[in-house]
Each structure stands twice: as C-alpha cells, then as structure tokens.
C-alpha cells in the first residue's frame, strides 16, 4: 500500500493508483491531500478559497474551478469540509459533484456531520449511480501531517476496499463500523472524549497555577500515568501558554459536540460533562474565540471569556 512522503518532492503518478478529485482543503484537507500527492495519486483539488490550491498544483496537482470540475473523470472522490450544508453544497450545489461525477465512481466525505445526513446523501447519490462512504478522521493536524489519522468508516464493505488506498495514505488506522452514517456516529463519541478531555486539561493547569506548581514538570510527570492522553500531551504547551494557534477550530469542535448531544438526546441519555463543555464553548464563542484550537477552553478558566475586546457576554463565570 502506498506510504505518504514527507519533506521529499513529489513522486510521478502512478498508473495504477485510482484518480482522486479532493474537495476541502482546510487545516486537515490540505495535508491529507498533499500525502495523496506525495505518494503518487492522481489530483484534482478544488477548495472554496481558491488561493489554497496553489501549494499543491505548485507540485503537480491539477486545479478545478468548480466541484464538479474536480470530479470529472476522478475514480475516488474526497471532501473534506466544515459541516452538513457545506457538504451537500459541494455534492448538490451549482455546479456540484454530481454534475461531474461518472456513474460508478465514489464519494468519501472526511468530513464531520451528522449520521442522519450521511444516510440521506448516500441515498440521494445512489439514484445518480455514485457510492458513499462517511469515513471522518481523528488525530488532529499532526495526524493528518503524518498520514496517522484514525479513519472511522461507515458503508459497504466493498465501498471500503475501492477506498482503502486512498484511506490507507491519509490514516494509519482504518476502522469500519457498519452501514453509513455508523463512522459518523463513532465520530460523535469521539467528540464527547475531546471535550471532555480538553476541559479537563484546562481545569487541571488552572488548577496548578492556583496552587503555584511548576507548569511544564507537573505535565511531564502526569503524562506518563493514569492522567496522561491526546490532549495533555499535544495541547497543554498551549495551554500553559496561553497561546492557541488553529489546529482544530473550537467553532467546529461545538458543532461537532452539538451532533454528539442531538444523538444522544435521540437515545435518550443524558451527557452532563458535554453539556458543560458545549456551555463554556458557547461562553467562548460569544467572546470571540471560536477561530482558535479548542484548547482554547483553557481562557475560560483564566477570565478569558471576556474576549478580545475586553467584553463579556454573560452567563457563565470564570
């Protein structure tokens, strides 16, 4: 199975890797994409923002004005966007995949949004001749830099093995857990542990500055024990101080916890601990956060929800 290379330039195409048109190129798109392109595939990009296809077709990728563009002729087609109407825009819209898309080709949407969504777009391709799969990922932007990123896939098994390629370029892990909209779902349980985990780490670093212990040696000796996990390793350097460059926006982080909580709600169980994240999320994005990584949870605890210009917006209390 083709590797990504990193730091190298890019390898020639190989004719026997399927053509991809990837749609998205955000803070997880853009890597994903320039792996697929170090390791030989086809491309085809088209983001909404157009200047962020340059980095790419300045190393071989083809550009296209339009979906639909991108999808002509491609075997595999990946997008990778912020939320539901995004995605069906891009599937949907004038001029969208559709449009383009040969019948027989497949669609794989890394991007995260509700099960039900996934079932209904599923359908609606399935009548134009198109697969789906809903195969979000998780890992973060270092993930997706090192082509590590766990895949979480929902939909047909042998959807699954046309796209293991391209799956197997972008993540290191590649789970499959039923029909679609089941990856969707494992992705909404992957976002109550984010939250949860972000704002315990948040809460815990407060809590150490109160107590006036040494910040960095405190991580270093919790990490290795029952503390430690993804975010106290890779996101309390932020925290500590008090910096929060994007790596994943908390604005998408609280649409992601408010699918979370819609399907539980739908199964009828309680999320008190998301509940409370969603609430200091709300806090923040009232003050003007919402553009920084989630880690970012971190100001509430410092008075941070006052925002940028100083103003609070209420409510809750740090």
């Known amino acids: 199975m083709p590797q990504p290379t990193h730091g190298h330039p890019p390898l020639a195409t190989s004719p026997s890797l399927p053509s991809v048109a990837w749609i998205g190129l955000g803070a997880l798109g853009s890597p994903m994409a ?46 990778c966007v912020s939320d539901d109407a995004a995605v069906e825009a891009v599937l949907f819209g004038g ?33 134009q001749g198109i697969g789906y799969l809903d195969a979000p990922v998780t890992g973060g932007t270092e993930g997706a830099r090192a082509g590590t990123l766990s895949v979480l896939v929902g939909g047909s098994p042998g959807d699954l093995e046309r796209a293991r390629p391209l799956l197997g370029c972008v993540g290191s892990r590649l789970s499959h857990f039923g029909p679609v909209g089941a990856g969707q779902a494992a992705k909404a349980v992957n976002q109550v542990l984010v939250a949860g985990s972000y704002a315990a780490v948040a809460e815990a670093l407060a809590l150490a500055r109160r107590l006036e212990l040494p910040l960095e040696p405190l991580v270093e000796a919790l990490k290795g024990g029952a503390a430690g996990s ?30 979370a909580l819609a399907e539980a709600a739908a199964a009828g169980l309680e999320l008190p601990v998301s509940e409370r994240v969603a609430a200091l999320e709300d806090c923040l994005l009232a003050a003007g956060w919402g553009d920084e990584d989630v880690a970012a949870l971190a100001r509430w605890f410092e008075g941070g929800a006052r925002g940028p210009d100083g103003e609070g917006p209420g409510g809750l209390r740090g």
């Open 34 to 79: 320039s792996n697929l392109l170090a390791a030989g595939f086809p491309l085809t990009v088209h983001n909404r923002r157009r200047g962020r296809e340059e980095p790419l077709t300045a190393r071989g990728a083809r550009r296209a004005a339009s979906p639909a563009e991108a999808a002509a002729g491609a075997e595999l087609i990946a997008v």
């Open 95 to 127: 001029p969208g995949v559709v449009a383009g898309a040969r019948r027989g080709s497949l669609v794989i949407d890394c991007s995260t949004i509700a099960p039900a969504t996934s079932r209904r777009l599923a359908q609606r391709l399935e009548e």
């Open 230 to 259: 993804w975010a106290l390793e890779h996101r309390s350097g932020a925290m500590i101080a008090g910096s929060f460059p994007l790596g994943f926006r908390l604005a998408l982080h609280r649409k992601d916890l408010a699918i």
